[in-house]
RNA sequence: GGCCCGUUGGUGAAAUGGUUAACACAUCGCCCUCUCAAGGCGACAUUCAUGGGUUCAAAUCCCAUACGGGUCACCA
């Protein structure tokens, strides 16, 4: 028997070889230095906040260099299949400016020259390039059984060894066909272990394109590459779909660096240039004491919906992610005021090989800053978005009254100087409730300056709404000693014994009456959006 | 436990052997202002995890130690 025909028998029904693919995937023909990337996740439907991280880095570099980036779904581990999850996956990304160039771009469907791009409709190759592998002696059907596995792993445990399938413990490394085709017979269950070509002792060099050199002793554990169900392992599908489809730059979570000899030997074993490897660190938290990365489980910030949720503007997630790749982004955006993130160029050796502690502040003040740049109809336009999903009593008012909405979120927007008190589209609603009457319920608590005859005097007598800003304070100014305030702030604090208070306090009466608080935006532009009917309604219910 | 990586202020970090260790967030003062948000000004690491070494000179190079992280599946 052949080894070819021996290779069938072990991996029967496949349809093409390795060199029929390898013939089908032609090298793609891309400006020098361009770089083709990937991103690839399981269809679980969740995106991970260091998967964003990953995928924005990817997406910058396929960009910047006029390459390519590419969407592929690994989804050959049934346990993580979750419905719609890649349409999840696609939505999520595109909400945040991710796109892709190829690939998966729904549940069923693709686009591009180097598919499929969803594995699990890809197991023809993976066999094909097994079946390769064997016929030359490089891998093998093992018949381990799980307990036996788990025995051998006791053992090693027990005198300290080495976890794996490796050396002695690779019990069918040496298997004859003959010894192999009985067992077949006898209706035995197999996988096929790739025969590791690698010897503990030596060392191996992988260039890391943001860690540098890396060393590590080879590989010499027999990894499995295809699994009982005939389906391919991780490691399998990174050398054969990334050869296949040209991919210069494996940009990925650095839980993939102890895999590195593993897959630098497989890449070598086939004659591949191996790809440019880029490890991102993850995103850590602290808890409690110690620090560790970001949690599905236990942080809900580890969820993109969860910016979509706090309503903080995907740009601004995207900005202080930038922030976190190069940290060089700051200084570079404080020289290009007018230009998008977008625009600035990511480098590799500017990525920090250490994993960044997620701060919730910055990612505040980012947003804060975002938000006051926005103009107010773009603003009231997202805040409208965020309020329909999660705020409809809010969404109805905010539609009900629309230019009043709008003005009222431009008070002092649009100038130089721009307030900066709105952190996220959900925040909005507690910066401006009270210009609603719906809402308006105040609840203060009266200090002894405020006084019900200063404020009836004021809008019977002194308030004119066609008053510009400067007469409007010259008349609080004038109208003050009448109430026992001063005028001037500063004759008030000279003569503190003198007065109630000074023309401030007079200004928190006005306020207070009509907006149930101390604390407003401009006292001017609140009247006047208000009205002067409204404004003497407020008073007389204060 | 083995293997690999990392360690500059509360946080992100700059510096790539050469004077007082950038900048930003946070915090705290003061100023300005009708209050706030801003804005302005200032404070905040005598020291770069620790200990040795190399050097005229070290946060930067070397070695140990400590601590932190990742990984060791028929999961990705």
Not at 119 to 147: G, H, N, T, V
Request: hydrophobic share 35%; glycine share 6%; net charge negative.
């Amino acid at each position: 028997m052949t080894k070819k025909e021996y290779a069938d028998i072990l991996l029967p029904g496949v349809e093409h070889t390795k060199e029929e693919y390898e013939e089908m995937y032609k090298d793609r023909n891309l400006p020098e230095g361009a770089i083709v990337t990937r991103f690839a996740p399981s269809p679980t439907g969740f995106v991970h906040i260091g998967g964003l991280l990953s995928s924005f880095i990817a997406r910058k570099f396929a960009k910047q260099t006029n390459g390519v980036m590419l969407l592929r779904i690994e989804d050959t581990d049934q346990k993580r299949l979750v419905e719609n999850g890649v349409s999840k996956i696609i939505e999520d990304l595109k909400s945040f400016d991710i796109t892709f160039d190829e690939g998966a771009t729904g549940e069923e469907d693709y686009s591009g020259n180097y598919g499929p791009y969803v594995q699990s409709q890809r197991k023809d190759i993976y066999q094909a390039f097994a079946k390769y592998l064997i016929e030359r002696d490089l891998a093998y059907p093992c018949f381990m059984s799980e307990e036996e596995l788990e025995e051998i792993r006791k053992g090693q445990e027990e005198i300290k060894a080495r976890i794996g399938v490796y050396g002695k413990y690779a019990k069918y490394r040496d298997i004859t066909m003959e010894e192999a085709l009985e067992k077949i017979n006898n209706g035995e269950k197999y996988i096929i272990r790739f025969k590791s070509p690698g010897n503990f002792d030596n060392k191996v060099v992988v260039e890391d394109a943001i860690r540098g050199k890396l060393e590590f002793p080879e590989n010499d554990i027999d990894i499995v590459i295809i699994k009982g169900d005939g389906l391919q392992t991780y490691h399998f599908a990174h050398l054969v779909d990334d050869h296949l489809m040209k991919v210069t730059h494996v940009i990925r979570g650095d839980e993939w660096v102890s895999s590195l000899p593993t897959h630098v030997q497989l890449f070598d074993t086939f004659g591949y240039n191996r790809p440019t490897y880029a490890h991102i660190s993850p995103l850590m938290k602290k808890d409690g004491e110690t620090v560790r990365k970001i949690s599905k489980r236990k942080d809900p910030e580890s969820a993109v919906s969860f910016y979509h949720e706090q309503g903080i503007p995907t740009d601004a997630v995207m900005i202080y992610l930038m922030t976190i790749a190069n940290s060089n982004f700051e200084e570079w955006q404080e020289n290009n005021k007018d230009k998008s993130y977008l625009d600035f160029e990511i480098s590799f050796d500017k990525i920090s090989s250490s994993g960044a502690l997620f701060d919730m502040d910055k990612l505040i003040n980012i947003s804060k800053n975002y938000i006051s740049t926005m103009k107010a109809e773009d603003l009231y336009n997202k805040t409208l978005e965020y309020a329909s999903e999660f705020d409809k009593e809010f969404y109805e008012l905010l539609a009900k009254y629309k230019d009043y909405s709008i003005s009222v979120l431009n008070i002092e927007r649009e100038v130089e100087r721009p307030r900066k008190d709105i952190e996220s589209y959900s925040t909005v609603r507690r910066e401006i409730d009270y210009m609603y009457d719906e809402l308006f319920n105040p609840t203060y608590e009266k200090k002894d300056f405020y006084s019900k005859e200063l404020l009836e005097y004021y809008i019977d007598n002194v308030y004119d709404e066609s008053d510009d800003k400067q007469t409007w304070f010259n008349k609080i100014k004038e109208m003050c000693p009448k109430f026992g305030f001063a005028s001037e702030t500063k004759e008030y604090k000279a003569n503190p014994e003198n007065y109630k208070g000074s023309v401030a306090h007079a200004c928190e009466v006005i306020r207070v009456a009509v907006t149930g608080r101390v604390q407003t935006p401009d006292l001017y532009e609140i009247l006047k959006l208000l009205g002067k009917s409204r404004i003497k309604e407020r008073i007389e219910k204060f």
